[in-house]
Structures are given as C-alpha cells and as structure tokens.
C-alpha cells in the first residue's frame, strides 16, 4: 500500500465518523454544543454532513485511482483545495485559535 492510499484511507474514516456521520444524526441540541457553527437550524448541519460525505465519494475514487496504480490528480486537487481552503479561512478569519485542532486536521 502507498502513502496515498494510506493517507486517503485515514482521511476517509477519520472524517466519516467524526465528523459526517455525527452531522448526519445526532440531535441539534449536542451539534451545536460539539462544533458550535452558530447554525440556527438543523438543516444547516445535515446540509454541510451530506457536502462532507460528497467529499468522501471523491476521495474514495481516489482511493481506487491510487489502488489501480494511478495517480488520481483530480482527487488531489479537490483535496487542495478543501482542506487548504478551509485551512486559509481559519487562518484568515483567527477562527484557528479557538479550533487548533480543527486547523491540524486540515
């Protein structure tokens, strides 16, 4: 196994279970206590569990890209682009010091 597919095996399941799945069903009440977006109603956290599961789908053809023996540089773009634009936002916007660990994680 490559380093790759290592890292988008890791990336898949760490954000499956703790993030998408978390959004998908836990009540609003324990959301907005766990990740505090601010959003006034539950649809706003369903809505961003299902684009993070849209990811996953993208990560996952990666991930058979990888297993093929090709290089998925569309996968690697779309990752680009998530996880170092969500990273510039916490760093532009100083969310990133109350979410240190959200900003590793990107």
Known sequence: ?????????????VTAVTIVLPLLIRPA?????????GAPDL????LYGVA?????????AGLAAVL???VPWG????GLV???GAAGVMVLT?????AVLGLAFF
């Open 68 to 70: 093929a023996g090709t």
């Open 75 to 78: 996968t690697l773009w779309m």
């Open 82 to 84: 998530s996880n170092g």
């Open 94 to 98: 100083g969310y990133w010091r109350r």
């Open 43 to 46: 649809m706003l956290y369903r």
């Open 1 to 13: 196994m490559t380093g790759l597919a290592a890292l988008l095996i890791v990336k898949i399941g």
């Open 52 to 60: 993070l599961a849209a990811l996953l789908v993208a990560y996952g």
């Open 29 to 37: 009440d324990e959301l907005h206590e766990t990740f505090d977006f």
